[in-house]
């Protein structure tokens, strides 16, 4: 069933698809086919329609193409209540829900608090003049709404990927690890090479392997990503990566036990 939900990112990791049976077993147009119908499955309803001409339109082709291309994709998918359906969509996407859910109404509760802070300096009379406040100089480049939830997506991949032990200061985290893509035009460009070298060097390394992991806050400030360490004598066969309502989780389980803590 269409959940009706839109979504404007969700993970992909370059170096799992690249090494994917499936990639290989498709042609080029292909895979232009599958990707197209699978962005539609993440961002737009969780699923695809049955009709041909709504999944023409859809991969933006016509039916010629469409349905030579069909024949090897249509395989990826299930049906579902005479929908078609994805596995890894169906596991990765309410998580990405929850997750997306909870960030809007925070920032609405921080909004809500903002409002009511320059209300309350307002009413009691600001001793600061507009020509001091204006002389004060800006230590930060101004976001706009959307870009401040972009920049959090790239997080929120670099997070994922980060051993649990040392996902600490969150806060002073993403600060940093936008402040590092801020000078970048292409900044998915770059964000996919600290995710491929991440992938590559350091989930596969010894010292993470040995539980010898730095606060995520240190490791992006340092940029070590950029450091290839030695990799650990034995790999697991493959990297179980934990979903966003995993992390979610493991953070609302933090929290409580600083406040345990603090009590």
């Given at each position: 069933?269409?959940?009706?939900?839109?979504?404007?990112?969700?993970?992909?990791?370059?170096?799992?698809?690249?090494?994917?049976?499936?990639?290989?077993?498709?042609?080029?147009?292909?895979?232009?086919l599958y990707r197209e119908l699978l962005d539609y499955c993440y961002a737009v309803d969780g699923s695809l329609p049955p009709e041909e001409r709504l999944l023409v339109s859809i991969a933006a082709t016509n039916p010629s193409e469409f349905r030579k291309a069909w024949k090897a994709v249509k395989n990826l998918f299930e049906v579902r209540d005479g929908r078609y359906v994805h596995r890894k969509v169906d596991e990765v996407r309410?998580?990405?829900?929850?997750?997306?859910?909870?960030?809007?109404?925070?920032?609405?509760?921080?909004?809500?608090?903002?409002?009511?802070?320059?209300?309350?300096?307002?009413?009691?009379?600001?001793?600061?003049?507009?020509?001091?406040?204006?002389?004060?100089?800006?230590?930060?480049?101004?976001?706009?709404?959307?870009?401040?939830?972009?920049?959090?997506?790239?997080?929120?991949?670099?997070?994922?990927?980060?051993?649990?032990?040392?996902?600490?200061?969150?806060?002073?985290?993403?600060?940093?690890?936008?402040?590092?893509?801020?000078?970048?035009?292409?900044?998915?460009?770059?964000?996919?090479?600290?995710?491929?070298?991440?992938?590559?060097?350091?989930?596969?390394?010894?010292?993470?392997?040995?539980?010898?992991?730095?606060?995520?806050?240190?490791?992006?400030?340092?940029?070590?990503?950029?450091?290839?360490?030695?990799?650990?004598?034995?790999?697991?066969?493959?990297?179980?990566?934990?979903?966003?309502?995993?992390?979610?989780?493991?953070?609302?389980?933090?929290?409580?036990?600083?406040?345990?803590?603090?009590?």
């Open positions: 069933m269409a959940d009706g939900v839109k979504l404007h990112s969700y993970p992909w990791y370059i170096s799992n698809w690249r090494d994917s049976v499936t990639r290989l077993n498709l042609s080029l147009a292909e895979r232009g309410p998580g990405l829900i929850e997750y997306h859910k909870n960030r809007a109404e925070a920032g609405k509760r921080g909004g809500l608090a903002r409002t009511r802070q320059l209300s309350s300096s307002s009413a009691s009379g600001s001793a600061k003049t507009q020509p001091e406040a204006e002389a004060r100089p800006s230590r930060t480049r101004s976001r706009t709404t959307s870009e401040v939830g972009w920049l959090s997506d790239l997080f929120e991949e670099f997070a994922a990927l980060y051993p649990a032990k040392g996902r600490t200061k969150l806060p002073l985290a993403i600060d940093n690890y936008k402040a590092h893509l801020d000078p970048f035009l292409d900044r998915q460009t770059e964000h996919a090479r600290i995710i491929g070298r991440m992938r590559e060097w350091w989930i596969p390394s010894d010292l993470w392997a040995k539980g010898f992991v730095m606060s995520m806050d240190a490791f992006i400030e340092l940029k070590r990503w950029n450091e290839e360490p030695e990799r650990a004598k034995t790999q697991p066969h493959e990297q179980q990566l934990p979903t966003a309502q995993e992390l979610m989780a493991r953070d609302r389980e933090e929290q409580e036990r600083r406040a345990v803590d603090n009590a």
